[in-house]
């Protein structure tokens, strides 16, 4: 294999900004589940890089996330969840309890929003490796679909929308002011390579909302927060799951510059994307359900997504996480076809 002439971070930018790069990214953008990588030990992965924590097999947390990124060869991207941005902080689900109005909502929200939240030292521990090219930075808070309806509940936010645009309205002023906050903060210490907004807002027959309810309840809250993001060099993506075919353009349209993981399960093909939505940036796309299926189910997912990621915009991995059931012999053979489609990408 030929040696790598970028920094993971040279990379990531170049590949990102439709620039020449040596290689496609290597990576699992998303920790493995505990059902995938669980049989692994037993096949093979050393058991040495398993979680510190008794029981769990699940590398939940980025120390052991990396020790195993760095034994399969993959590129390092650091994420930083941003404390404070889950709709109920641990230990006050019964401070907060049900919201069923706005005044519910006005009765909690000094619960909501703690401060200060921001882990200083980590993001000062990121300051040099993210110099040096080592890595990149993400950060992944609740966008403003999610947040409320982690909040509210699955079914009583979707109510809230067609009957409740006031408390809709209230929570996400409240985070778009919590976002600005937080951001600030981070900003002044270490600026991400770039944040991918979780949303969800979709299902594998489409978007859970119309419209004219992105437009009225999320769009203006994008559009005040993202130019203060992109100013400062911040790459904007949305992390929702399901069919986002549609949704797609109204991010696009908000100011957004990419999505992820764009679900082959869900009909979504990042190839005809490319072509209906000329600029916007992905991560994932590749058909994850090919890996039960050997070697050349495999590598013709490769072949077929090797013409869009030639180019650039494109950071391909699995459209999610490995699923469980995907055996430690599987994965090393995805990795080998990954790297040998990554060099073939590079332009």
Not at 108 to 118: A, E, I, K, Q, T
Not at 159 to 185: S, V
Not at 297 to 318: D, H, T, Y
Request: hydrophobic fraction near 40%.
């Amino acid at each position: 294999m030929q040696k790598d002439t970028m920094t993971t971070r040279e990379r990531f930018h170049a590949v990102m900004n439709l620039k020449p790069f040596d290689r496609l990214p290597i990576l699992e953008w998303a920790p493995w589940w505990d059902k995938t990588i669980g049989p692994w030990f037993e096949e093979g992965l050393p058991k040495s890089l398993m979680p510190g924590e008794a029981g769990s097999q699940m590398p939940g947390d980025a120390q052991s996330q990396n020790r195993i990124n760095r034994y399969f060869g993959m590129d390092i991207y650091e994420l930083n969840y941003p404390q404070g941005l889950s709709a109920a902080p641990k230990g006050l689900e019964k401070e907060v309890g049900e919201i069923a109005n706005v005044d519910d909502y006005r009765r909690v929200r000094r619960h909501l929003y703690p401060w200060p939240v921001v882990d200083r030292d980590w993001w000062r521990s990121q300051i040099k490796p993210q110099k040096d090219g080592e890595i990149v930075i993400f950060c992944e808070p609740m966008g403003y679909f999610f947040f409320a309806r982690d909040l509210l509940g699955i079914e009583e936010h979707l109510y809230a929308l067609a009957d409740q645009p006031d408390l809709i309205h209230a929570i996400n002023a409240d985070l778009l002011e919590y976002h600005l906050k937080i951001f600030d903060e981070v900003c002044s210490i270490c600026i991400p390579d770039f944040i991918s907004f979780a949303e969800d807002m979709s299902y594998n027959h489409g978007p859970m909302l119309s419209k004219a309810m992105f437009d009225e309840y999320m769009k203006p809250y994008y559009e005040k927060l993202l130019p203060r993001l992109k100013e400062r060099g911040i790459l904007i993506l949305v992390d929702s799951d399901g069919d986002i075919t549609c949704p797609m353009g109204w991010f696009q349209s908000a100011g957004v510059e990419g999505m992820l993981p764009l679900e082959r399960q869900a009909g979504v093909d990042a190839i005809q994307m490319r072509q209906r939505y000329p600029g916007m940036r992905f991560i994932g796309c590749f058909d994850k359900m090919t890996m039960f299926k050997g070697e050349n189910a495999m590598r013709a997912e490769f072949e077929r997504l090797l013409p869009l990621a030639k180019q650039g915009g494109v950071i391909l991995g699995c459209d999610h996480q490995t699923p469980p059931g995907v055996s430690f012999k599987d994965y090393q053979v995805y990795l080998r076809l990954f790297r040998e489609y990554a060099l073939k990408a590079a332009h």
